[in-house]
Each structure stands twice: as C-alpha cells, then as structure tokens.
C-alpha cells in the first residue's frame, strides 16, 4: 500500500493551497485519514481527521481556516488551506488506516503514511 501526497508549495500569508493524497495497492477499505505536520525540532502534530463515513475533527490552530475531505471512491484525502499564515509553514504528511485481506481471508489493518509535502508560508 503506498499513499502519493502532493500540492505543496510556496505561497504568501492570506493565500491558499489544496493538499491531495492518493492511496493505491491492494486496499479493501479505508477507515481514518488525516493530514499531520512537523516542522524541524518539534514533534509531528495533527492537523485534521476524517471518518469514513465524514465525521471530522480539525485542531484548533486550523478551525475556520482548513477543511479536509475525503474521496471514497479514488482513496484520496484532500486537504484545502485559506488564509495561510507562517506558522502554518511545515511537511504535511498524510494518514490512513487501511483494511484488506490475506488469501486465508484474515484481515489485515495497516496504517499508512505518506512521503510528506513541503509547504511554505512566506511572503
């Protein structure tokens, strides 16, 4: 199972950016999906979470500001960003818990993290 992210980018404070993150592989479902990020010295931090049936939670450095999303049927978590501000400035990294089954038919949960894109907040 691999999760692509991308949509990083350099943008000015007040600007705008949508982050995508496609899973691919041998997936029978996928339950929660989010968006983390991490800057250099500081532990990774959430950002968002979605259900699977679209309950969410956003932090609140991001409420009113961030929304997350998800596509069922591509696998993919979205991740639109107004009103960029610096401190929004960090790797975003994708997540998701994503369910499939062995030839026995015993299930298997794995937890999967994207490769992280870089955005920067700058004027």
């Known amino acids: 199972v691999q999760l692509q992210a991308s949509g990083g980018g350099l943008v000015q404070p007040g600007g705008s950016l949508r982050l995508s993150c496609a899973a691919s592989?041998?997936?029978?479902?996928?339950?929660?999906m989010g968006w983390y990020r991490q800057v250099p010295g500081k532990q990774r931090e959430l950002v968002a979470s979605?259900?699977?049936?679209?309950?969410?939670n956003h932090a609140d450095s991001v409420k009113g500001r961030f929304t997350i999303s998800r596509d069922n049927a591509k696998n993919t978590v979205y991740l639109q960003m107004n009103s960029l501000k610096p401190e929004d400035t960090a790797v975003y990294y994708c997540?998701?818990?994503?369910?499939?089954?062995?030839?026995?038919?015993?299930?298997?949960?794995?937890?999967?993290w994207g490769q992280g894109t870089l955005v920067t907040v700058s004027s």
């Open positions: 592989g041998r997936i029978s479902r996928i339950d929660g």
């Open positions: 997540n998701a818990e994503i369910i499939y089954y062995l030839d026995d038919g015993s299930p298997v949960a794995e937890r999967s």
């Open positions: 979605i259900t699977s049936s679209g309950t969410t």
